[in-house]
């Protein structure tokens, strides 16, 4: 039974920084990590996808500021986002593709704000 655990969100003010983390239990082969962000009244966009053998993707709002970024071992896939902008506020999601089943974290809520 995959499951995985997202921590790291809170409260921010605008420049400032947060990193996420998605640990993944169980086994399986990991074939794609991801992070997604949901924002009120909106809808899930991609912000950021580590494919195991393709290039690195980044939504173009956030290129320069974060940063997707995995530890193997730990089966932990990270978020840092630096330069934090209002807009950034939603609850992130992390997705991992495993063993061809895609599985989602609970959401943490990033909020930037003044």
């Known amino acids: 039974q995959v499951q995985l655990v997202e921590s790291g969100g809170g409260l921010v003010q605008p420049g400032g920084s947060l990193r996420l983390s998605c640990a993944a239990s169980?086994?399986?082969?990991?074939?794609?990590m991801a992070w997604y962000r949901q924002a009120p009244e909106k809808q899930r966009e991609l912000v950021a996808l580590l494919p195991k053998t393709r290039n690195i993707y980044y939504a173009q709002s956030v290129k320069g500021r974060f940063t997707i970024s995995k530890n193997n071992a730990q089966r932990t896939v990270y978020l840092s986002m630096n330069d934090l902008r209002l807009e950034d506020t939603a609850v992130y999601y992390c997705?991992?593709?495993?063993?061809?089943?895609?599985?989602w974290g609970q959401g943490t809520q990033v909020t930037v704000s003044s």
């Open positions: 169980g086994d399986g082969d990991i074939d794609a």
């Open positions: 997705n991992l593709l495993i063993n061809g089943q895609t599985y």
